[in-house]
């Protein structure tokens, strides 16, 4: 079946502007996760929605991060007034239940780049 | 807290020389541990995990992985390196108590290199 997808697959953007990432999670799966890939910080945790819970936001750097997640599947993460310090591979995850122990399946990652 | 550690930052062997990649874990509750690959601009793929079952895991690619709660580690290794085993390899903890969200703590990963 279909694995998790992101897009884009690159982004390029200037400094100050606003950008959308979106994450297509494989069918079924409750839970979706934000991760990012940077050279500096490694793979950090960013954000998590289960279902209908609130989502568990205590991974995201600053408030020009945001996330939602519409109808229980698609998530877009959004952020604000883009910083050179946000240029990093935007990794999307999803699994079954979100519980500890299972499996994440990533998806191919976006990768941005802010001038 | 949790915490994971890789050991090596780069490691280098021959091909068909046996593969080891050390990992030491930090867990306040019993812990689910996780091997993670990535090939040059690709996602990241599950090799294997373990959560509370058999402490030798076997995983995919002829890679395994035992679990030592006494010294808080999670080695992996493969007898015979691949040329395509050539990747970055992420260590990764989870707490496994009920309710836990499941976000993962991600080593700074070991490169592997593999030589002809």
């Known amino acids: 079946g279909a694995g998790v997808s992101q897009s884009p697959s690159n982004k390029v953007t200037e400094k100050g502007k606003d950008v959308e990432l979106r994450c297509d999670p494989i069918s079924g799966h409750t839970a979706l996760y934000w991760y990012r890939q940077s050279l500096g910080q490694g793979l950090e945790f960013l954000i998590y929605f289960q279902g209908n819970s609130a989502p568990d936001k205590s991974g995201l750097p600053s408030d020009r991060f945001s996330a939602e997640r519409t109808g229980g599947s698609v998530s877009t993460l959004t952020i604000q007034r883009t910083q050179q310090e946000d240029s990093a591979v935007y990794l999307c995850?999803?699994?079954?239940?979100?519980?500890?122990?299972?499996?994440?399946?990533f998806g191919p990652g976006t990768r941005l780049l802010v001038l | 807290a949790q915490s994971v550690t890789q050991l090596d930052s780069h490691v280098s062997v021959s091909e068909g020389t046996p593969v080891l990649l050390r990992c030491n874990y930090s867990s306040s509750y019993s812990p689910s541990l996780f091997w993670y690959v990535q090939h040059p601009n690709k996602g990241l793929q599950l090799l294997l995990k373990?959560?509370?079952?058999?402490?030798l895991v076997k995983g995919i690619n002829g890679f395994e992985a035992e679990f030592k709660k006494s010294e808080t580690s999670f080695h992996l290794t493969k007898p015979s390196a691949h040329m395509s085993d050539a990747a970055e390899y992420f260590c990764?903890?989870?707490?496994?108590?009920?309710?836990?969200?499941?976000?993962?703590?991600f080593g700074q990963g070991t490169t592997l290199q593999v030589k002809p």
């Open positions: 990764v903890v989870s707490d496994s108590f009920s309710g836990n969200t499941g976000k993962l703590i």
């Open positions: 373990y959560t509370s079952a058999a402490t």
């Open positions: 995850a999803s699994s079954l239940g979100g519980q500890g122990g299972e499996t994440q399946y």
